[in-house]
């Protein structure tokens, strides 16, 4: 069984960066594209980035797009997420999921996940 950990979070003020760690245990971790997903209160879940497995195309939703970075380094089994110049709408969990193809192609790639969610890492951006 798959299992991801999300680690990195922490509580930040406007204007600030953090930088999420994602590892998984899944031997073939390295033939999937990875997404990042976050779920602030009240609201659904939603799909920020990804990144194709082979590290040669990522995606970015309009609200992240200059702000955060994906990444990601195959010989550890680690994807990373770099954000900068936070504000307090990034509030939230971010998880690390996934997808079900090797490919990151835009937002139609976000919608095509792995159901295998792990505990995630709380973000909390404040002043």
């Known amino acids: 069984q798959v299992q991801l950990v999300e680690s990195g979070g922490g509580l930040v003020q406007p204007g600030g960066s953090l930088r999420l760690s994602c590892s998984a245990s899944?031997?073939?971790?390295?033939?999937?594209?990875i997404a990042w997903f976050r779920q602030a209160p009240g609201k659904e879940r939603e799909g920020i980035s990804c990144?194709?497995?082979?590290?040669?195309?990522?995606f970015y939703v309009d609200s992240v797009k200059g702000r955060f970075t994906i990444s990601r380094d195959n010989a550890k089994i680690m994807v990373y997420l770099q954000m900068t110049d936070l504000k307090p709408e990034d509030t939230a969990v971010y998880y690390c999921v996934p997808l079900t193809d090797f490919r990151c192609t835009g937002a139609g790639s976000l919608a095509q996940y792995l159901d295998v969610w792990g505990q995630g890492t709380q973000v909390t951006v404040s002043p």
């Open positions: 990144i194709s497995s082979n590290d040669d195309s990522t």
């Open positions: 899944l031997g073939t971790f390295n033939h999937y594209a």
